[in-house]
């Protein structure tokens, strides 16, 4: 069965610091999506980042990056220089092509002015 | 361009009772997906939809759920008759494409948070 762990519920980061969220995944597949999924407190899901998995090179967007390690099936968020809109629950997911996504349980980031 | 919206935001309800959630998804996207994260837990998926049609429904825990999409447009989600474990927030999501290919993205609602007393 496919599965998405975050190890860690919680996680606090100094504003203007960088931060690494973890998430490691189980799957047979070898064509598949990774992604990171924020969720701030008005509930709206936006996807910060995605990674394709036959893609080698890391996927940046902006403050974000990802360390992509498919052997590993490890796929961790950093977050750069960060600032307190960027305080939310994260979550991690998976997807083969045309199929659902699958979800970690999630990781709470509260930024710390 | 309107995103993916979900009424009502909020609603509680008697063990019992039903309730129909609905979701309008972005205008012209076919893939329609309902998800459920019940209090810390995984967000669980619960069906597709492409268009009208009920792609994949496995993820559904039980027939008291039922899910509707009227002339693949807007989808309504009836829970009848609701009992304590079906609290949590159902989120809706819509991509225009089948699957995730390019720069296809699956657009979020904010989901309603329903709580059975």
């Known amino acids: 069965a496919q599965t998405v762990t975050q190890s860690q519920p919680e996680m606090s980061v100094q504003e203007a610091e960088t931060v690494t969220l973890s998430c490691t995944y189980d799957?047979?597949?070898?064509?598949?999506?990774l992604f990171w999924y924020k969720q701030p407190p008005s509930r709206q899901m936006i996807l910060v980042i995605r990674?394709?998995?036959?893609?080698?090179q890391n996927a940046t967007e902006n403050r974000f990056s990802v360390n992509f390690q498919k052997a590993a099936k490890s796929f961790s968020l950093k977050i750069s220089d960060s600032q307190l809109g960027d305080a939310a629950m994260y979550f991690c997911?998976?997807?083969?092509?045309?199929?659902?996504?699958?979800f970690g349980k999630g990781t709470r980031l509260h930024i710390l002015p | 361009e309107a995103g993916v919206t979900q009424f009502p935001s909020h609603s509680v309800i008697e063990k019992g009772q039903t309730v129909t959630l609905r979701c309008d998804p972005i205008?012209?996207?076919?893939?329609l997906y309902w998800y459920r994260r019940v209090m810390g837990k995984e967000i669980k998926f619960l069906l597709h939809?492409?268009?009208?049609?009920?792609?994949?429904e496995s993820g559904m825990p039980n027939n008291r759920f039922l899910a509707e999409r009227t002339g693949g447009t807007y989808s309504t989600l009836k829970v009848q008759p609701a009992e304590l474990e079906d609290s949590g927030v159902y989120f809706c999501a819509s991509s225009q494409d089948v699957g995730w290919k390019g720069n296809t993205e699956a657009f979020f609602g904010q989901g309603t948070r329903l709580t059975v007393v």
């Open positions: 799957t047979s597949e070898s064509d598949y999506y």
């Open positions: 997911a998976y997807s083969i092509r045309d199929d659902k996504i699958i």
């Open positions: 939809f492409v268009k009208e049609s009920k792609q994949d």
């Open positions: 205008s012209g996207h076919d893939n």
């Open positions: 990674q394709e998995a036959y893609k080698q």
